[in-house]
């Protein structure tokens, strides 16, 4: 009980006494003020015996009882008809209280509040009666009322001494009640603590593989192979702007011809002009996908175009005659670039996924995310165990003043230590 220590010290300026002694001590409480309580109630329980003797036998004396005096017959008929019934209460009462064998405070509690509940109940009950049984059989009905009443004095009696010691007695179970929560509590800190330090220790060893984790990642990042790797990458990407680059030149050469390509498809397609089949594949190509398109296709559009089935004037026709030779001189030269810048990219692409260190580094920081990740986690965790922990002391010590009061109560010089 450590935390029991913290909270109460170890000042000797008053009678102290252990918390572990405590349910023996409170124990030795409650057995001294139940024997003291049970001394007196053994001397009652003989008083109640009696005083239910003594109604037993007022009793049958009223039932036995004959009117003395000149009465009127009816006032007789009803007063005997109330008595009996006075009789049958009493009865019911001493059928119904049975003194206990034993003399604790728990049984004496409980005695008495049977026997009162039954008292109150027959007396209720007899006193209707009795205000008809009196004006005939006045001696032996008052002297029924009077026996009950004896009992309902002894019976306070019985329950004074534990009404007297009932705050103490209330203390006491309520110390040992808290006692049991206060275990309860310091057994859930122990744990609580418990937790925290593994999730410091996972946390101190997750940081620890961590910061080699990140080392070694940079260790990798600072290599010559991670250098080259860059290196192919910002190569890569050059290649690609420039192919890119060449890509648009290729379609920004044919794009003046599209005007007059898209009235040759329209011809074609309508069928006011036959096509060869390959002609109408280039001229396919060359609206859908202007690279893959043969420069031969160029030489036979102008042929088309300088047999004026496009129904263009001079000037027109000859300024399409200037862009397709045009398209006709430096298509080749740049598709070869192209084409080549494209060789070079796929070239590039296959020397880097040759690379293993990118896959390397990929897991590195896949691994290095996740392990971040799940310290996060962890100190999240912790945190939680923290707050919990922090919360259950403070518990615990509103716990020990409570135990503490209860003591006082018990005994205003003990103090817990």
Same mark, same amino acid.
């Given at each position: 009980?450590?935390?029991?220590?913290?909270?109460?010290?170890?000042?000797?300026?008053?009678?102290?006494?252990?918390?572990?002694?405590?349910?023996?001590?409170?124990?030795?409480?409650?057995?001294?003020?139940?024997?003291?309580?049970?001394?007196?109630?053994?001397?009652?329980?003989?008083?109640?015996?009696?005083?239910?003797?003594?109604?037993?036998?007022?009793?049958?004396?009223?039932?036995?009882?004959?009117?003395?005096?000149?009465?009127?017959?009816?006032?007789?008929?009803?007063?005997?008809?109330?008595?009996?019934?006075?009789?049958?209460?009493?009865?019911?009462?001493?059928?119904?209280?049975?003194?206990?064998?034993?003399?604790?405070?728990?049984?004496?509690?409980?005695?008495?509040?049977?026997?009162?509940?039954?008292?109150?109940?027959?007396?209720?009950?007899?006193?209707?009666?009795?205000?008809?049984?009196?004006?005939?059989?006045?001696?032996?009905?008052?002297?029924?009322?009077?026996?009950?009443?004896?009992?309902?004095?002894?019976?306070?009696?019985?329950?004074?001494?534990?009404?007297?010691?009932?705050?103490?007695?209330?203390?006491?179970?309520?110390?040992?009640?808290?006692?049991?929560?206060?275990?309860?509590?310091?057994?859930?800190?122990?744990?609580?603590?418990?937790?925290?330090?593994?999730?410091?220790?996972?946390?101190?060893?997750?940081?620890?593989?961590?910061?080699?984790?990140?080392?070694?990642?940079?260790?990798?990042?600072?290599?010559?192979?991670?250098?080259?790797?860059?290196?192919?990458?910002?190569?890569?990407?050059?290649?690609?702007?420039?192919?890119?680059? @060449? =890509?648009?030149?290729?379609?920004? $050469?044919? /794009? %003046? +011809? #599209?005007? &007059?390509? !898209?009235?040759?498809?329209?011809?074609?397609?309508?069928?006011?002009?036959?096509?060869?089949?390959?002609? @109408? =594949?280039?001229?396919?190509?060359? $609206?859908? /996908? %202007? +690279? #893959?398109? &043969?420069? !031969?296709?160029?030489?036979?559009?102008?042929?088309?175009?300088?047999?004026?089935?496009?129904?263009?004037?001079? =000037?027109?026709?000859?300024?399409?005659?200037?862009?397709?030779? #045009?398209?006709?001189?430096?298509?080749?030269?740049?598709?070869?670039?192209?084409?080549?810048?494209?060789?070079?990219?796929?070239?590039?692409?296959?020397?880097?996924?040759?690379?293993?260190?990118?896959?390397?580094?990929?897991?590195?920081?896949?691994?290095?995310?996740?392990?971040?990740?799940?310290?996060?986690?962890?100190?999240?965790?912790?945190?939680?165990?923290?707050?919990?922990?922090?919360?259950?002391?403070?518990?615990?010590?509103?716990?020990?003043?409570?135990?503490?009061?209860?003591?006082?109560?018990?005994?205003?010089?003990?103090?817990?230590?």
């Amino acid at each position: 009980m450590n935390w029991i220590d913290r909270l109460f010290g170890k000042k000797e300026s008053s009678p102290r006494i252990k918390f572990e002694e405590l349910p023996l001590w409170l124990e030795a409480k409650s057995k001294k003020i139940s024997e003291g309580i049970g001394r007196q109630a053994s001397s009652i329980y003989s008083d109640i015996d009696g005083a239910l003797s003594k109604i037993k036998e007022s009793t049958t004396l009223l039932e036995e009882a004959e009117p003395e005096g000149r009465f009127h017959l009816k006032m007789v008929k009803v007063a005997t008809t109330n008595r009996d019934n006075m009789a049958r209460q009493v009865r019911m009462l001493l059928e119904n209280i049975t003194i206990p064998q034993a003399a604790d405070v728990k049984s004496v509690a409980g005695f008495h509040e049977n026997a009162i509940q039954t008292l109150t109940v027959c007396l209720e009950n007899m006193m209707k009666s009795y205000q008809y049984t009196k004006l005939v059989f006045i001696e032996e009905s008052k002297q029924v009322i009077a026996d009950v009443n004896a009992l309902g004095r002894l019976l306070n009696e019985l329950i004074e001494p534990v009404n007297t010691q009932k705050n103490v007695l209330d203390a006491i179970e309520n110390a040992r009640s808290i006692i049991k929560n206060i275990k309860n509590i310091s057994s859930d800190i122990e744990i609580g603590e418990k937790a925290i330090t593994e999730y410091g220790e996972r946390i101190a060893l997750l940081n620890k593989e961590l910061e080699g984790k990140q080392t070694a990642l940079t260790r990798l990042r600072d290599s010559e192979s991670w250098k080259q790797y860059n290196n192919y990458k910002d190569e890569l990407v050059l290649l690609e702007i420039n192919a890119g680059k @060449k =890509e648009a030149e290729i379609k920004g $050469l044919i /794009s %003046p +011809l #599209n005007k &007059a390509l !898209g009235r040759l498809k329209q011809l074609s397609d309508s069928g006011r002009y036959t096509l060869k089949p390959e002609i @109408k =594949e280039g001229l396919n190509l060359c $609206l859908l /996908s %202007p +690279l #893959n398109v &043969a420069s !031969g296709f160029f030489i036979e559009f102008q042929n088309i175009a300088a047999s004026g089935v496009l129904n263009m004037n001079t =000037e027109r026709t000859n300024k399409l005659m200037e862009q397709i030779q #045009n398209v006709v001189s430096s298509l080749n030269s740049s598709k070869e670039e192209y084409l080549a810048l494209v060789k070079d990219i796929e070239r590039k692409k296959d020397e880097i996924s040759g690379m293993n260190i990118a896959f390397e580094e990929t897991d590195m920081t896949k691994g290095i995310s996740a392990m971040q990740e799940k310290l996060a986690g962890l100190e999240i965790e912790l945190e939680i165990s923290k707050n919990h922990v922090s919360a259950l002391k403070n518990n615990l010590e509103l716990k020990m003043q409570d135990l503490q009061r209860n003591i006082f109560i018990i005994d205003d010089k003990i103090k817990i230590s």
